[in-house]
Every structure is written in structure tokens, then in C-alpha cells.
């Protein structure tokens, strides 16, 4: 299995700029989990999807943020209009439930954003 | 919003020894809890996870848990230069979602 699948790895924009954001989770996996990571706040849960439903966006910084799953292969994290506070890396991750809890969540390679 | 909390280090430990990191958590419904290391760069990846009190050894790594005291600790006997990482406590919150601690780097010097 390829594992989870993050495009672009690495992405430079101008502030006011949309940013898109890719994830392809592992095929059969039915949770999908946006987070962020900076070296003040660490690892934070942005939003995640169970069957390409939203199930708890709570960690969504702002309205400027928004996620889509249009179906089980693809996620996408858009900002609108990104600001250099935004900078950070972003994961995306998946898992599959196994009993009543979440299996081992496995991580993408991240998209590092950074916004000038 | 549950807290998760780690020293964050650094974690200064030579090689061959036992390295020990810890983490206490806020929530005391919290059941599953998760070990993740994560390189320079790199995403993390999960090394241990314990459901029940006491400890679970795989290999070098021992992970050890009391729910009394709402505390989870990972051990790594051994150290090699490769276990230098970030190593990140994640505890559930409700079934679904894991709430990370800030993490701990651990330098193993040779």
C-alpha cells in the first residue's frame, strides 16, 4: 500500500493567496483526519470526516478554513485568504474503526505551508 | 479541551541506556493511549499503544500506564542514536479523536 498521500510536499504563497491542500487516505479507511503542526501549539486536530462526512470540524481555526471529501480516495483543506500565522506543516491522516475505538491513525508526509 | 501534557525537553541520554518519557492527561474516561515518534521532517508514526493498566513491552519499548494516577510513560531500554526523535503521548477523546501532547525530543548521545 502506498500509505496516506499529501500534495503539494511543500508550498510557498503570498499572504491573501488561497491555499489548497491534497490528502489521498489508505484505500479502505473510513476516518480521515486533517491536523497542524507548529513548534507553539504542536499537533492539532483541525477537522475529520468519517465516510466523507464531516463529523467534527471544532479545531477549525477560523471561517477562512474549510475541508471537502467528495468521496473515499480524496480530501482537500482549502485557506481563503491565507495570513503568515497559517504557516506551519499540515498532515493528513486516516484510520479505519475496529470495534468501538479508532484503529492506529497513520500519517501523510505533511504539507509544509509557508506564507510570506 | 482535554490536556495531554509532556516535558518537552530536550532529553539528554547516552547510549545503551534507558531512556524513560512521560505524560499525564486531564480526562479520566480516557481508555486508549498512543506512543507516536516522529523524526526531524518527518510525520509521525505510531511505536506503542496500551488500553489497561501496567505495562506492555515490545522489544526495546515499554509502555506503562496507571489510570489511578492518569499517567502513561514510555520506556526505551537500550537507546540507540537512532531513537533521536520527538515523541509524542496521544490519549482519545471520545472514540475518535486523539489529542496530542506537545512532545518530547530525545537526544541519544553516543
Known amino acids: 500500500d502506498a500509505g496516506v498521500i499529501q500534495s503539494p510536499r511543500h508550498e510557498v504563497t503570498e499572504m491573501g493567496q488561497e491555499v489548497t491542500l491534497r490528502c489521498k487516505p489508505i484505500s479502505g479507511h473510513d476516518y480521515l483526519f486533517w491536523y497542524r503542526q507548529t513548534m507553539m501549539r504542536g499537533l492539532e486536530l483541525l477537522i475529520y470526516f468519517n465516510n466523507n462526512v464531516p463529523i467534527d470540524d471544532s479545531g477549525m481555526p477560523e471561517d477562512r478554513f474549510s475541508a471537502k471529501m467528495p468521496n473515499a480516495s480524496f480530501s482537500t483543506l482549502k485557506i481563503q485568504p491565507s495570513e503568515p500565522r497559517d504557516s506551519a506543516v499540515y498532515f493528513c491522516?486516516?484510520?479505519?474503526?475496529?470495534?468501538?475505538?479508532?484503529?492506529?491513525?497513520?500519517f501523510g508526509p505533511g504539507t509544509r505551508l509557508t506564507v510570506l | 479541551q482535554k490536556e495531554v501534557e509532556q516535558n518537552s525537553g530536550p532529553l539528554s541520554v547516552p547510549e545503551g541506556a534507558i531512556a524513560s518519557l512521560n505524560c499525564t492527561y486531564s480526562d479520566r474516561g480516557s481508555q486508549s493511549f498512543f506512543w507516536y515518534r516522529q523524526y526531524s521532517g518527518k510525520s509521525p508514526e505510531l511505536i506503542m499503544f496500551?488500553?489497561?493498566?501496567g505495562d506492555k513491552e515490545d522489544g526495546r519499548f515499554t509502555a506503562q500506564l496507571n489510570k489511578a494516577s492518569q499517567y502513561v510513560s514510555l520506556l526505551i531500554r537500550d537507546s540507540q542514536p537512532s531513537d533521536s526523535a520527538t515523541y509524542l503521548c496521544?490519549?482519545?477523546?471520545?472514540?475518535?479523536?486523539?489529542?496530542f501532547g506537545q512532545g518530547t525530543r530525545l537526544t541519544i548521545n553516543p
Open positions: 496500551i488500553y489497561s493498566n
Open positions: 491522516a486516516s484510520s479505519l474503526l475496529k470495534g468501538l475505538f479508532l484503529d492506529t491513525q497513520y
Open positions: 496521544a490519549v482519545n477523546e471520545g472514540a475518535q479523536k486523539l489529542v
